[in-house]
């Protein structure tokens, strides 16, 4: 059973990237770049700077698509 | 100026500035993971550990500019959503789809078979390796194929039907989004890709030449390079001919402006070098250009493959005189009139939304029937005059030329390597000029790929949707102020990644040793590749 469990593709998998990310070297500094980039963007730009303003403002799509009508025609 | 045309400007730079460093990192990897792919198919063809070593190298730099430049490309869909609201609410339901298979695809794609090039080298078979870098090469372009199918789009809108219950336009026909003009802007941006990795590559090898070192290494690489550079940019500039043939059928006035171009001709010269003058304007009889050198009846050869066909000049345009898709002149809706037919456009769509807060459903079909008419022309509503329909002339103009002229240069650099590399490799080893140019180039290649996204997408302004939505109309009113401090953290955080993979990239070159690269040895670590 153990056997079984061990030898299953998906702890193959896990094993592969488990090794593969011990062993790096210069993907390490890659990884902490990605990373904080990720943090970057999601946890402040996405956040605090760069909302959806149709799915923030708006319940609906009606909502939205009478906003939207409004907009486009008194510009 | 407003706070709307300020915000409108902001969110331009804005965008500007992201996709030209998104640009960067975008088309190194296109290339460079087709040149790995092909350097690895000789190691595994050939069991040469040299060719191991050469492969894992520049699998190497692949990896760190894919790493940097990952993602980077979500911060456009950020800008979609915050400054660009209308416009993807109007163009959400045909813009949507290719983006959302580009994701998908990348995400698995990419994720699968990149981790198997980085931490496989021991743990698949050779054979299965290979796949995974060329499906990792195969994916980077599936996903640009997307982002370039829904950059066409706005380019040559088809394939869809305006609903303005939805507010939106309705995608009818999924294929139509493969127009001419997407197959063409496809395989022209992915291709100059595998040119300016081939810059790249010869450049990288040149600087160990000129270090005395890693010579067999910089000689194999410049051989790929050299042949991948050459192949890429002649299929760049062939599909840059069929992207000429489209923008002069689909996109007359980019044309028009790309040449300066205001009154048209049969047999219309291309302008090969010249200064504009800063006093032309569409609507007086100054003469285009301080001085100026023309290849006679090139423009017509480009546009048409007819050597004596008519191309419309800024002013033919403005009066109505244009192409069909077909190619053949015709006379069509002057500007002047699109505008007063995009106003009753706007009309229409108000009494639309009055009828529809009435529920007044005959009187929403009336409205209805009045849009679809003038519907075509919608766009053309939000401008006071002409000028306002005529892209920035002097920037298209002047990046289409450094963009062809550095193609001209680059095709020269490519044939001298590969003639340098074949028959003189003692010249190229020992030329510090020589390779001291080919490092310089580097960056020059840069410049012409940019000046290329500029030709296109400063070309088709004032446009975001050709016809139907201008970028004043497609930006959200936001504080101008905001616009602006988001632009320079933008600026700021670009700045320090583009900073982060040159000096990773530097380090990484600097530390490559001749003895791993020159004959393979020590290339079967563990560690080296990632």
Known sequence: MALTLFSSP????????????????????????????????FGILKLFFFPDLLSRDFDSDEQRAAHVRSELTRR | ???????????????????????????????????????????????????????????????????????????????????????????????????????????????????????GWKRVSPGFHLAATWLTALGASISALWILVANAWMQYPVGMEFDPAQMRNVMTDFWSLFSGVAVNKFF??????????????????????????????????????????????LLTMYTGDGSAVEVAKCQPMKLAAMEGLYDGSHGQSLVALAALNPDKRFDNQEDPYLFEMSLPKGL???????????????????????????????RTVAYAERIERGRRAHEALRQYDRAMVARDTAAMEEAETLLRADYPYFGYGYFDSVEEAIPPVP??????????????????????????????????????????????????????????????????????????????????????????????????????????EVSIMMRQISKARTEDLDRGTGVLSSSDTH
């Open chain 2, 300 to 330: 017509s050869i480009l546009a048409n493959h007819d050597a004596s066909s008519f191309v419309p000049g800024i002013n033919d345009l403005v009066n109505g005189i244009s192409f069909t898709p077909e190619g053949d002149t015709i």
């Open chain 1, 10 to 41: 998906f702890v193959r998998v896990w094993r592969f990237y488990r090794d593969g990310f011990r062993e790096m070297t210069v993907g390490r500094t890659l990884w902490a770049i990605i990373i904080i980039k990720l943090i970057v963007m």
């Open chain 2, 188 to 233: 022209h941006a992915v291709l100059s890709g595998w040119a300016l990795a081939g810059v790249f590559v010869i450049g990288v090898s040149a600087w160990f030449l000129l270090r005395g070192s890693n010579r067999e290494f910089a000689f194999r690489s410049i051989k790929v390079g050299g042949w991948m550079g050459l192949a890429g940019l």
């Open chain 2, 1 to 119: 100026m407003t706070d709307l045309m300020t915000t409108v400007d902001w969110s331009r730079w804005q965008f500007a500035l992201t996709a030209i460093y998104h640009w960067l990192f975008v088309p190194l990897t296109l290339g460079l993971s087709v040149m790995v792919a092909v350097m690895e198919s000789v190691y595994v063809r050939t069991r040469s550990a040299a060719w191991l070593a050469t492969t894992k190298f520049w699998m190497r730099l692949f990896g760190i500019n894919f790493a940097i430049g990952v993602a980077t490309g979500l911060i456009l869909e950020f800008e979609f959503g915050t400054n660009w609201s209308n416009y993807s609410w109007f163009v959400g339901d045909i813009f949507g789809a290719p983006l959302a298979i580009e994701g998908i695809l990348a995400f698995f794609m990419e994720s699968t078979f990149i981790a198997v090039m980085f931490f």
């Open chain 2, 395 to 500: 920037v298209t103009f002047y990046s289409f030329r450094v963009m062809v002229m550095l193609g001209g240069y680059f095709l020269l650099f490519f044939f001298v390597a590969l003639v340098l590399v074949y028959r003189f490799p003692r010249a190229l080893d020992s030329n510090k000029a020589t390779q001291w140019i080919a490092m310089l180039s580097v960056p020059l290649m840069w410049v012409c790929s940019e000046a290329g996204w500029m030709v296109a997408e400063v070309g088709r302004q004032p446009w975001t949707v050709q016809d139907l939505l201008p970028t004043r109309a497609a930006v959200s009113f936001l504080e101008p102020g905001a616009v602006m401090a988001t632009f320079w953290m933008f600026a700021g955080v670009f700045t320090v990644l583009l900073v982060a």
